[in-house]
């Protein structure tokens, strides 16, 4: 892929796929660190004289127009961020659009609004995809989360342009997950959690021919740990996902792969505060485990402290619900403490790295949930593949 410094953009109507799918309560931005992530690009091709046109998604509109998703408060943030105008387009695609692209100035900025009012835009739609690239001369794809979806704004329009190139934030996402599955600093240390194996299963297979250790917590644990016999009491447990669990077992031994679960466990009579909480070897049968215990977040942090390359996605506990965030909060200290490159995926791995305060001493902190953990899978990603040069 080119990136977008490989490009000549003075004069050019340069449109920028970014992700601002971020939250919002009454009409405010409470987390813009996905802007704050696709600042760099946008400075850069306003600082080399492009027009520049962003375009993003918001929410699950259902392909009408919803004032709720609207993208106002993510321009208003953006133009606060960037201490310059950001206007909000009426929409997407039209002629009034046309207008306003034709009257942008060099180093000026127009945000389309919410993609997703339109259904032909997750639909891939040839017709839109059309509209979307005669807006601009030059495409950038700065969107990472959204690069595993073959939409119109990601995949369709990007051979209808002659010039294009992959934004400094796509790169960098690129160049550490990358570095993961091809050329790893060693000992390579993967940290899996979430509810469901079904979730992670390419994700640990793929990881098994290239990992030193695995180390896996959350939900999932107690489908590994059942299929080895052990009593998990009202743990959640995917009973059809047993047999593979074992298999996977079986694979890492082969392998030599160190396959670390919990030894000790945070149970409670359901997943809420205020309940009754114990640590324990042996799950009762008439609990849950909801968090690592202590045992297990030592011997987790100290295959961490042999790392010099981790990749973590996915909580080791029913983070939201505290005091059952422990454990990965922990684990999100644990990484923050380590002299390795660190790589932090998924929603919640992510969550539990800003409460710790310490989002600074992470290497890199993953913007895409799903496009990591399919990158990770080895799959090919559609708006990676549409940028192939």
């Known amino acids: 892929m080119r990136r977008i410094d490989q490009l000549d953009l003075a004069g050019k109507r340069v449109f920028i796929r970014v992700d601002f799918n971020v939250p919002l309560k009454n009409g405010t931005v ?6 704050e992530a696709a600042l760099p690009t946008i400075r850069y091709a306003r600082e080399h004289d492009a027009k520049v046109i962003l375009a993003s998604h918001l929410g699950r509109p259902k392909g009408k127009p919803n004032p709720d998703m609207s993208l106002a408060p993510a321009a208003k943030k953006l133009s606060e961020l960037l201490g310059a105008p950001v206007p909000l387009a009426s929409d997407c695609i039209g002629n009034e659009v046309s207008a306003q692209v034709r ?3 060099n180093g000026s900025v127009l945000m389309l609004e919410n993609l997703r009012f339109h259904a032909e835009e997750e639909r891939n739609d040839p017709a839109f995809s059309q509209a979307l690239a005669d807006l601009a001369d030059v ?31 796509l790169q960098k996402e690129c160049e550490y997950l990358g570095k993961v599955l091809a050329n790893p600093d060693r000992p390579l240390v993967a940290i899996l959690g979430g509810a469901k194996v079904s979730d992670k ?8 021919d290239k990992v030193d250790a695995l180390l896996i917590g959350g939900g999932m644990a107690y489908t590994f740990l059942s299929a080895q016999g052990e009593s998990i009491g009202k743990s959640l447990c995917e009973s059809e996902q047993i047999g593979l669990a074992r298999d996977l077992s079986a694979k890492a031994k082969a392998r030599g792969v ?34 690592i215990g202590p045992e297990t977040i030592t011997c987790f942090r100290t295959e961490i402290a042999k790392a010099r390359m981790i990749v973590w996605n996915g909580p080791l506990g029913v983070f939201e619900v505290p005091p059952f965030n422990a454990g990965t909060l922990a684990i999100a200290n644990a990484l923050a403490d380590s002299s390795a490159t660190t790589i932090v995926g998924g929603g919640d ?8 305060g310490r989002a600074d001493k992470i290497t890199h902190i993953s913007t895409g949930g799903g496009a990591s953990l399919e990158f990770l899978e080895g799959q090919t990603l559609p708006g990676l593949a549409a940028l192939a040069d």
Do not use: W
Request: aromatic share 4%; no cysteine.
């Open 30 to 35: 409470t987390d813009a660190t996905r802007i």
């Open 139 to 169: 495409y950038v794809n700065d969107a990472f989360g959204t690069a595993h979806r073959a939409h119109a704004s990601t995949a369709g329009m990007v051979h209808l342009l002659p010039k294009r190139a992959a934004g400094f934030l």
């Open 201 to 208: 299963i390419k994700v640990i297979s793929n990881l098994l």
């Open 349 to 356: 791995s992510v969550a539990a790295v800003m409460q710790s």
């Open 103 to 105: 009257a942008l100035a």
């Open 258 to 291: 160190p396959m670390l679960l919990p030894t000790d466990h945070v149970v409670a009579d359901e997943p809420k505060s205020g309940v009754a909480v114990q640590t324990v070897k042996q799950i009762p049968a008439d609990k849950m485990a909801l968090d």
